[in-house]
T-cell receptor, first 113, second 114 residues
Framework: AQSVTQPDIHITVSEGASLELRCNYS??????LFWYVQSPGQGLQLLLK??????LVQGIKGFEAEFKRSQSSFNLRKPSVHWSDAAEYFC???????????FGSGTKLNVKP | DADVTQTPRNRITKTGKRIMLECSQT?????MYWYRQDPGLGLRLIYY???????NKGEISDGYSVSRQAQAKFSLSLESAIPNQTALYFC?????????????FGPGTRLTVL
């Protein structure tokens, strides 16, 4: 069965520090992988996605993610966090002709001044 | 203007009442989805529709029904609301032509059932 695990429920980082949010997936074939961000009171905005090619994917707002097939992971990174990055982040997995995507339970990011 | 809109944005209702949440999109996408979000559970799929005549149950469809009135409109109904349906509800759309079927979300409807 397809599933996504985000092992960190809450993460707190200082402004200017680097960030890595973890995502592990379970899927039997080549996955399509997504990261979404949800700011307080807002809907979900797509940050980036991977479906083929270069395993390092660049997204909006300075985020990037790396697909590692051997580890079934798709971790999200940012070299320097800004206070406006405080939000909840969701990883999701789908696949070719998959018709649906499955979401992880989310990671809430707090940013300390 | 937003590509995916949801009405109402907030709703408080009482147990046993019938509620309809509406979703409209101007993206021209053929696929539409309804999710609910609960703290710590992420997003769970309620119903999805691949075109006007194709509606499918998701993982948590009990207590909900949907109507796809047109390609651009997809409504979610709670026939008799109960308190554990208190949640944040999201509509999403995707385009079957796009290989990855990326989903685009509306702003959400916060529903409280007393």
């Amino acid at each position: 069965a397809q599933s996504v695990t985000q092992p960190d429920i809450h993460i707190t980082v200082s402004e200017g520090a680097s960030l890595e949010l973890r995502c592990n997936y379970s899927y039997g074939a080549t996955p399509y992988l997504f990261w979404y961000v949800q700011s307080p009171g807002q809907g979900l905005q797509l940050l980036l996605k991977y479906f083929s090619g270069d395993t390092l994917v660049q997204g909006i707002k300075g985020f990037e993610a790396e697909f590692k097939r051997s580890q079934s992971s798709f971790n999200l990174r940012k070299p320097s966090v800004h206070w406006s990055d405080a939000a909840e982040y969701f990883c999701a997995v789908g696949g070719y002709n998959f018709n649906k995507i499955y979401f992880g339970s989310g990671t809430k990011l707090n940013v300390k001044p | 203007d937003a590509d995916v809109t949801q009405t109402p944005r907030n709703r408080i209702t009482k147990t046993g009442k019938r509620i309809m949440l509406e979703c409209s999109q101007t993206k021209g996408h053929d696929r539409m989805y309804w999710y609910r979000q609960d703290p710590g559970l992420g997003l769970r799929l309620i119903y999805y529709s691949f075109d006007v005549k194709d509606i499918n149950k998701g993982e948590i469809s009990d207590g909900y029904s949907v109507s796809r009135q047109a390609q651009a409109k997809f409504s979610l109904s709670l026939e008799s609301a109960i308190p554990n349906q208190t949640a944040l509800y999201f509509c999403a759309t995707s385009d079957s032509v796009e290989r990855t079927d990326t989903q685009y979300f509306g702003p959400g409807t916060r529903l409280t059932v007393l």
